[in-house]
Nanobody
């Protein structure tokens, strides 16, 4: 599956953004999908996931502020980000997993939150 993220941008602290990840290929609904992020000088970290049956684990740092969802009819996964903070600034990546590993990755979309 190939993934293309969109929706990043420059916002102020407290604002909201919605990221989208469009997937090409078959059987999108059978994939576990996730968002990761990487801030400058830091390692890539898990943000949120949505499993093929709708489970939604979140990183503690975003719980209550971010919501992941998917539209299988549109082969798209979303990340709604509310109450953004400066520390949310990062490149956000979409990833897909079918057999236990996230083997497909998008190119990333930059999110910058000014304080």
């Amino acid at each position: 599956v190939q993934l293309v993220e969109s929706g990043g941008g420059l916002v102020q602290a407290g604002d909201s953004l919605r990221l989208s990840c469009a997937a090409s290929g078959r059987a999108f609904s059978s994939y576990h999908m996730a968002w990761f992020r990487q801030a400058p000088g830091k390692e890539r970290e898990f943000v949120a996931a949505i499993t093929s049956n709708g489970g939604t684990p979140y990183a503690d740092s975003v719980k209550g502020r971010f919501t992941i969802s998917r539209d299988n009819a549109k082969n798209t996964v979303y990340l709604q980000m509310n109450s953004l903070k400066a520390e949310d600034t990062a490149v956000y990546y979409c990833a897909a997993s079918k057999y236990g590993q996230y083997s497909s990755w998008g190119q990333g979309t930059q999110v910058t939150v000014s304080s």
